[in-house]
Nanobody, 121 residues
Framework: QVQLVESGGGLVQAGDSLRLSCAASGRILFRNAMGWFRQAPGKEREFVATISWSGDRTYYADSVKGRFTISRDNAKNTVYLQMNSLKPEDTAIYYC??????????????WGQGTQVTVSS
């Protein structure tokens, strides 16, 4: 089993920044991609960003490109999502996921419980 625990969510104002963290533990396998997804009220879960095992490949949803940055520290088994210039439409529960990259698509196998991000206007 793999456990993914997100942290760093909160209530901020439009234009502010937040950094989410996802700590992985358990049977962690090497060469896994990690990613972030989000789900807003009444909407389906959507892809936000993903990063390869080595960190040499990153992909973003168009809606966050240029504002969000995904990174990872494999020595700490932790992946981060730096979110800048937050907008009210970024309000959602953010989920960390582990998986593999097939081209630019992340295929997930484990999920965290999520952390709430709320951006007020």
């Amino acid at each position: 089993q793999v456990q993914l625990v997100e942290s760093g969510g909160g209530l901020v104002q439009a234009g502010d920044s937040l950094r989410l963290s996802c700590a992985a533990s358990g049977r962690i396998l090497f060469r896994n991609a990690m990613g972030w997804f989000r789900q807003a009220p009444g909407k389906e879960r959507e892809f936000v960003a993903t990063i390869s095992w080595s960190g040499d490949r990153t992909y973003y949803a168009d809606s966050v490109k240029g504002r969000f940055t995904i990174s990872r520290d494999n020595a700490k088994n932790t992946v981060y999502l730096q979110m800048n210039s937050l907008k009210p439409e970024d309000t959602a529960i953010y989920y960390c996921a582990r998986g593999t990259l097939q081209g630019r698509t992340m295929i997930t196998d484990y999920w965290g419980q999520g952390t709430q991000v709320t951006v007020s206007s």
